[in-house]
T-cell receptor, first 111, second 115 residues
Framework: GQQVMQIPQYQHVQEGEDFTTYCNSSTTLSNIQWYKQRPGGHPVFLIQLVKSGEVKKQKRLTFQFGEAKKNSSLHITATQTTDVGTYFCAGRGSGTYKYIFGTGTRLKVLA | NAGVTQTPKFQVLKTGQSMTLQCAQD?????MYWYRQDPGMGLRLIYY???????DKGEVPNGYNVSRLNKREFSLRLESAAPSQTSVYFC??????????????FGPGTRLLVL
């Protein structure tokens, strides 16, 4: 079945440093979504990528979808303490309603 | 506009007891989902409902049943709870795929402890 791996599992950075998390699927995806979950909270949608090679930016966040539509990345420039949380990718194959979530990357930002 | 609501927020069960987790959404979404989240495991799909009247299994359906009562409500039932079902349960809703609005909106979660 479809599997989605995400690395790293944890990342501690100093405030102001950059951060990247990577997501890899065992199968080609129709689209990929990214979510952020604060400690004790619920996942909150960040963005959806659909096209091969797509790049989208949201302020300090840059999202990429690989050419083969099997991998994706989230890059945060100049992290802030408000970026703390766990970032999940979620991929959907074609012809299905199911989203498979990655295991998440927990980001800790040290002030 | 409450979004996605879940009840209860917390529950403690003894092994073998049954319970139903309730979920409701007021966004007129067709699709609804139940996930469980265990430490270090991310979210795993238990069941989903593409539209009213339909349900389908996700990655980890064993030990659970669901009911799509109407367009708003999607309940998850544990018939005989086991300690392995200790987890945080999230309900989510969205528009169906290919409508360009697949954002999943999550409820606040139900924290379940099975002793």
């Amino acid at each position: 079945g479809q599997q989605v791996m995400q690395i790293p599992q944890y990342q501690h950075v100093q405030e102001g440093e950059d951060f990247t998390t990577y997501c890899n699927s065992s199968t080609t995806l129709s689209n990929i979504q990214w979510y952020k979950q604060r400690p004790g909270g619920h996942p909150v949608f960040l963005i959806q990528l659909v096209k091969s090679g797509e790049v989208k930016k949201q302020k300090r966040l840059t999202f990429q979808f690989g050419e083969a539509k099997k991998n994706s990345s989230l890059h945060i420039t100049a992290t802030q303490t408000t970026d703390v949380g766990t970032y999940f990718c979620a991929g959907r194959g074609s012809g299905t309603y199911k989203y498979i979530f990655g295991t998440g990357t927990r980001l800790k930002v040290l002030a | 506009n409450a979004g996605v609501t879940q009840t209860p927020k917390f529950q403690v069960l003894k092994t073998g007891q049954s319970m139903t987790l309730q979920c409701a959404q007021d966004m007129n979404h067709n699709s609804m989902y139940w996930y469980r989240q265990d430490p270090g495991m991310g979210l795993r799909l238990i069941y989903y409902s593409a539209s009213e009247g339909t349900t389908d299994k996700g990655e980890v359906p064993n030990g659970y049943n669901v009911s799509r009562l109407n367009k708003r409500e999607f309940s998850l039932r544990l018939e005989s709870a086991a300690p392995s079902q200790t987890s945080v349960y999230f309900c989510a809703s969205s528009e169906p795929p290919n409508r360009g609005r697949e954002t999943q909106y999550f409820g606040p979660g139900t924290r379940l402890l099975v002793l």
